[in-house]
């Protein structure tokens, strides 16, 4: 399947920690896409990085591919309360499909 | 801009009535797709338009969806006759570009109950 799969599930850390979530998939790839979802809201599209990039960064995101291990990573940077949220990646071949997704529960 | 359009934001109705679902994309958008996230499956996506046209329905779960694009500013997602099982939120998004490279742009969906 083409669907990307996020590890883990679930993760908690304390505010000012640094936040790391993990997606791997099957097929080969034109682009992956991390997104955010806060509760009952739609998914916010964070970082697009192309199957010829190796990392990208946007503000404290920092986002990596490796394309032989099909497998990328996100990481937020000086955690806030306000990233509590689920987070996607989504892999685009012929069409876009997302993974289940990570919820992450920032700590006070 | 507004952003993406989704109507109503609930609904619940009774199984067998028909339900639809209405989108009004990004204007400039050229890209409308329709996914359905539920806690067991996930996001799925049903059926992606470029430039109106349906280009990818192999998401649509059974005959009793449909989904049309008349014009380039509204979209619609129908299932008639609705059973419980289709009791999820129902996400329509639009991209700039035709295509998958483009990032996806989300309304708030609509929270569809079947009883």
């Known amino acids: 399947s083409q669907q990307g799969e996020e590890d883990p599930q679930a993760l908690s850390i304390q505010e000012g920690e640094n936040a790391t979530m993990n997606c791997s998939y099957k097929t080969s790839i034109n682009n992956l896409q991390w997104y955010r979802q806060n509760s009952g809201r739609g998914l916010v599209h964070l970082i697009l990085?192309?199957?010829?990039?190796r990392e990208k960064h946007s503000g404290r995101l920092r986002v990596t591919l490796d394309t032989s291990k099909k497998s990328s990573s996100l990481l937020i940077t000086a955690s806030r309360a306000a990233d509590t949220a689920s987070y996607f990646c989504?892999?685009?071949?012929?069409?876009?499909?997302f993974g289940k997704g990570t919820r992450l529960h920032i700590l006070p | 801009d507004a952003g993406v359009i989704q109507s109503p934001r609930h609904e619940v109705t009774e199984m067998g009535q028909e339900v639809t679902l209405r989108c009004k994309p990004i204007?400039?958008?050229?890209?409308l797709f329709w996914y359905r996230q539920t806690m067991m499956r996930g996001l799925e996506l049903l059926i992606y338009?470029?430039?109106?046209?349906?280009?990818?329905d192999s998401g649509m779960p059974e005959d009793r969806f449909s989904a049309k694009m008349p014009n380039a500013s509204f979209s619609t997602l129908k299932i008639q006759p609705s059973e419980p099982r289709d009791s999820a939120v129902y996400f329509c998004a639009s991209s700039l570009a035709a295509g998958i490279n483009s990032p996806l742009h989300f309304g708030n969906g609509t929270r569809l109950t079947v009883t």
């Open positions: 989504a892999t685009a071949q012929d069409k876009i499909i």
């Open positions: 338009f470029n430039n109106n046209v349906p280009i990818d």
């Open positions: 204007s400039g958008h050229n890209s």
């Open positions: 990085i192309r199957s010829n990039e």
